[in-house]
């Protein structure tokens, strides 16, 4: 026994003494004396409002030698045009990083930091907020900064487009971290995808953003009337009211009453979802539906039940599932209940892969006992002393006052609503909480969203009866605008390929069984040049084999049929996924898949026809499901294909670019024309100079070549 | 209750690694903090600030993931878990039944991982028959166990901030506490330090376990491990923090006890209270509740010292996630009469919006969307990484980042940083410093980490002088010395590439 053990230990090293009282030391923890707890001062905030109707609060502290200033607008993202869905967020950043009329972002980064100081800004869903953090003895300095960012950004182009391609760059990665994920995905499930609560930004709402919207957003939001402005630290009131009237006391209030908030709509789904991450080890678990705002009357009762359901180590979910089971990383609900609007009744877990399915049932089970029976008296009385003992530090610091009370005034919450909340907090007994929490949780309302590698899942899903999937792919880019095609765009389209397609002699393709194709290309990469040797064979219809031989080695890459195969150093193995995807959707477009199936796809003939290198060339849209953003530029005499244009991945970063690919130098094999030379571009740049340096048909290839080599 | 990684924690948590400030502006509070220690050899700090009446401490335990040793990895943190369990007075109902319960399961688990042992000639129903068991045993162990009375106590009693973090260096406790709640911090603070019980060893075991499966289910999570892995080849900082899952799922509560008996003695420890408290009283109190905390040598510290590499160590993740590009230089540790200029060399790379990579490569060159660096990665007690990391924009190519770096580290070992640069960082360093300092968890933790680890909290006010004293030469000095190819590795994490 390891605790004799101790004991012992301690006695051999003399300290036998000290171990006698030991055991009279640790006694009962709940028989400690507590004594009445000093009184706590709140700080009663300095409040005035100034000529133009900016809101400013202010509470003095010496004990360091800062300043912080905070100002929150009435701004959001719930404003913005669903189109435009970033515009607040971009809006809030170029604030800062673009700086004002009067002095650049990068010279404010410069000068901020000179000083130990910071000031950022940024626009969130409701509110939008501007603080500064200084010395005591820059806060004018710093204050002025606010001020000037605040009615004078300059929003300059470089900095919008560099925001711009931030945000592209985060909606590229925002399935990385499962935790984003679920935040993301859930509240679309409950309250509608399309919710200003709820939607997210995409390639093309960010690409629809304009300087014009970002001075429209500033112009329509930023007033001194809508903004509360709370300083906290080591300052004199008056000098800081005499600066603050110099730097905003000229700034006129707006003309036009602020927008409405718009309504919250909950989307009312049910049922089970899940979202396949297949390089999760673990799984998330959530269920819920919408929930209440703070001032709801069952605020106090819901906290309490989130507290006993799920609120910490003594909760129902993190016993059962984490203490009891170890199950479960976390595991929880809560209330999520806004200021603003309502937030969610939220039940969760984190949980290992193949508990996933055991896991929601466990919290199924907790949420239909909690609606079934009251809690226990003592388990009550165990939240209430946790939640108002705690209370204590919600005034533990008299910046923290401050901004409660100034989120309060914002939001137009009464000033005493923390201790109306604790009175409620007193008074409930269990029945209250139960009968609350039979009106706020209703579990066939819930929505159930499961997240991670569903092979994995010990059980079946199909035990949970019908599970929607939610598809987090994210849509590529979009190209340019393709008008509306009409009926008559789609027969033109058809008649440009026709021609190409007799000009290039498709009719002779039955000719062709198989081809051997040698090209050798030069390749641009990073300022080098590499050459690098293409050895292609095809069985027609659909079976490619292709040998890269570059100065770093030889890459071979097959697929027919249902065999896909890659050789790279490492030896034979499958083909990956994505790269298979990649590999089907260049048979699609390259010229022989276009001479070979373009009788089963669609083609709108765009209205001007466009110049390629001096040729002028007729310009046809491919409408394919699988390739996006694909034309085709076929002369308009000779009716030649000159060149495709379509979305592909950069060879070195794997990244989304757009490519357009020249043919040329056509001569005949079995009398289908054949482009020996092919120039490649990436994004303008030119990638590659391919040349054909010998073509055969007919050698007599078959499947077996195309087989999987053993290892 | 998580694991911290220096570098991390230094540059999310801001100011994590302290500072510089002006000497006299700290004089004050120097004088007021409040130094006792008792027989056993645990030194206390106090310090009374009385604005509200609320209190927060820190147990500060010299002992960290760097101290585990092979086939035990991840014990420190294991046995953090295992500090919130309980002792035989809390946690429990019948602690004498529990203890020969424990013991039965040890006993099971034992011979089950003995038959495991065996490998391929295991029988496979032998193990299926000793693994039930040991289930079986565990059920039984529960009947004694009262469910989290440790952290039920105390939420009770209106705590905040209950948490504890286990990082390479060492391991804290901490949280904070209305005033009138001070006994029974002292109480159950000084009962787990003396008595702890490793109850429902194996059940934290699995969570811990799913803690691990969480950090590698992030792909930058997946990077860091390894280039940490790769930068130290010999010393344990190479190990991370959370351990491996082939040892944490054989680590048995022996082995917490060999990490407890070793690490957690009094001389090795420190406890800070920072509030609305009477230092007098504390002191009482803590001869009361600490006195039984074991005395013991302080433990020997690391051996080995990571073999020059001799050349750049670099390694590639193929993944379909955001790309991005980390380099890490060697440095030594914090105890070098240089570090300071380390630091500063640090922050003119890589800290803030103004700093030199900042402004390349979000600004001007627009290859990355974020930045991060700093040194201190993984941790400071012994030689570690000065590491640059990049989040790269989306059409941005790792190549591309490196070209800059090198470009930039160039210059600056020709040219040196500037008078004006030298005084932002420095400023920049005395902000922050500042800033840290502002809450009771905050002085706490940074005066029990100077006592602790650098062995005199007063050194936490020294280091102000000792920044301010960095020279613009002594910086280039040490960037000539440690920003070399082959003084580095190089972590990317780039999209799978694609046949064309």
Redesign the interface.
Known sequence: ??????VA??AG?G?LA??GT?AA??????E??????????IPDPIRYEMDNGMVVMMVVDH????VDAQARIRAGSIYEPAEKVGLASICGEVMRTGGSTKVDG?AL??ML?????SVETSIGQNSGTANI?T?SEDFGTGIEILADLLRRPAFPEEKID?AK??E???I??R????FEVMQREFPKLIYGADSPYARQTEYATIDAITRADLVEFHHRFFHPDRIILTVYGDFDPNVVKAKLNQVFGDWPPATEPPPPIPPVEFANVHGNFLIQKG????SFVLMGHPGIRMDDPDYPAMQLYHEIMGG???SHL??EI????????AAGSSAGAGMAQPGGEIFFA???SDSTVATLGYIRDEIDKSLANPFTADEVQ?AK??I??????Q????GAVLNRLALYEYHGYPKDFLETYQNAIQSLEPDAILDAAKRNVVPVEMATMLMGNPENFALDLASLGEVNEIDITIPEPAGEEIPIATDADMERGMGIIQAMADAAGAKNLGKIHDLEISESGSFSI?GMTLQIGLETEKLLPDCEK?V?KTPMGQ?T?AICGDVAW?VQMQGPQEM?A??RM??EKSQVRDYLGLLTNYASMRFQALPEPADVDGRQCDVVYVHSESVAGWKIYVDSTTHELVQMEYRD?????????NAREVFSAYEPIEGVAWPRARSVFH?GEPLAEIEVTSITANTGLTKDAFAMPAQ | MKRILGFCAALLAGGAVVSSASAS?FGELESEVKEFKLD?GLTFLVVERH????FSFVTFVDAGGVDEVPGVTGIAHMFEHMA?KG????GTDD?EKE??A??AVDDAWSAYADELDKGYKADALKLDELMAKFKESQEAA?EFVV??EF???L??????GLNASTGLDFTWYYY?L????L??WA??E??RM??P??R?F??????V???R??Q?????GRLFDEVLLSAFLAHPYGTGVIGYTSDLKRIT?EDA?DFF?KYYVAPNMTVCVVG?VDAKEVEQLAQ??F??V???KDPRRVRTIEPEHGSEIRLTRE?????IYAIGYHIPGSDDPNYQAYQLLGDVLAS???SRLY?RL??DD?LC?QIFGGVGFPGEKYPNLLVVAG??????????VERVLRDEIEKLIRDGVTP?EL??VK??????F??G???NQGLANQLAMYQGMHGDWKQLFEVTDQIDAVTAEEIQKVAAEVLRKENSVVGVI???????
């Open positions: 026994m390891k605790y004799i053990h101790q230990l301690i090293l300290l000290t171990v030991a030391q640790f006694g009962d923890p709940r400690i004396p507590i004594p009445s707890l000093g009184t706590v001062e004990e360091f030698p800062i990068d980064d410069e930091e000179s000083l130990g100081a953090s010395l560099l391609k931030q592209r760059t985060a590229g990665a399935n990385d971290d499962p390089d999760m080890t673990n910490g180590f003594s993190f016993n984490r203490t009891k089971r170890g199950l479960a990383y984190a949980t290992q165990h002393d946790g108002l003992n705690s209370m204590v530090f005034n533990a610091s008299k990073q292709q890269q890459f890459s890659i990956p994505e790269v990649e590999m991945r950069s060879m070195m970063t794997g990244a989304p670019v994004d | 502006g056993n604005e509200a009446p609320v919130f002792t035989p007075t809390v602690y203890a020969a424990m013991k529960k469910s989290n952290s039920k106590l939420e009770e009693n209106g705590v905040q904070s209305p005033s009138n709640r006994e029974l109480r159950l000084g009962d003396t008595n019980v490793l429902e194996y059940v934290e075991r699995d969570v376990i799913e803690e499966r969480f590698e289910s992030s792909p930058t509560r006890w008996d609305d009361k509740y006195s039984g074991r005395t013991g993944e379909d996630s955001q790309q803030g919006r103004s402004t979000v600004k627009q969307s989040f790269l924009n989306a059409d941005a190519n790792p190549d591309d004006e005084d932002k400023t920049m360093n005395r902000a922050a500042v800033r300092l502002r809450s780039k999209k799978p590439s694609t046949a064309s």
